[in-house]
């Protein structure tokens, strides 16, 4: 999938600016979830952008950081305002990079099933005890402290993003990742 790809995505409807915030930090954490579980840092990102042709958006380190600081979870946050064209310049890097790690996201839903089914906690596993860890730590360090956010908490967000990167990976997983954007940001708006 290319730069025009994007514009194949089902843009229905364009956010409204109010919708933005909620969907720079969904980006954000969705992203940080596929670099927890697969261990993938921006150099991944940037050769991914590189290889659909989203370079000028994100042509290096800098840039990156810049947009992943639009979001408002973010520590220094609002550095950057993040338009329309890089927010689906990023479903369309998150998607193909989830497409790439597939097995991986398979390999710890099944995990997480299986100690689901026997009630045990995730961390039982290697794989999602690394991936929460991974998680938090990562979170903790580059997000606001929100007390309203308990490790509990913090280990069902990791958890649920997990699940999300499944549907994300398979095919049409961009078109997906944009309903559910535009969605949960819709709803947010609305409360």
């Not at 933005?20 to 050769?47: P, T």
């Not at 689901?116 to 039982?124: D, F, N, R």
Request: hydrophobic fraction near 45%; glycine fraction near 4%.
């Amino acid at each position: 999938m290319d730069a025009s790809a994007a514009d194949n995505l089902l843009f229905s409807q364009a956010p409204v600016p109010a919708q933005l915030d909620d969907i720079k930090a969904q980006l954000d954490l969705i992203l940080l979830a596929l670099e927890a579980l697969a261990g993938l840092g921006s150099e991944a990102v940037l050769a991914a952008a590189q290889t659909l042709g989203f370079a000028a958006l994100m042509s290096d380190r800098v840039s990156l950081w810049r947009l992943r600081q639009s979001s408002p979870l973010r520590k220094g946050q609002g550095r950057k305002k993040l338009d329309i064209e890089e927010a689906k310049a990023l479903v369309v890097v998150i998607c193909h990079l989830a497409q790439q790690q597939r097995s991986s996201i398979r390999q710890a839903i099944a995990k997480l099933e299986e100690l689901t089914a026997k009630k045990q906690p995730p961390y039982q596993a290697a794989i999602l005890g690394d991936y929460l860890d991974a998680f938090s730590n990562t979170y903790q360090e580059r997000m606001e402290e929100s007390p309203a956010f308990s490790h509990q908490g913090l280990e069902q967000l990791a958890l649920r993003l997990l699940i999300d990167l499944l549907f994300y990976s398979a095919p049409n997983g961009d078109r997906r990742l944009w309903l559910a954007l535009l969605e949960r940001s819709r709803r947010k708006a609305l409360t």
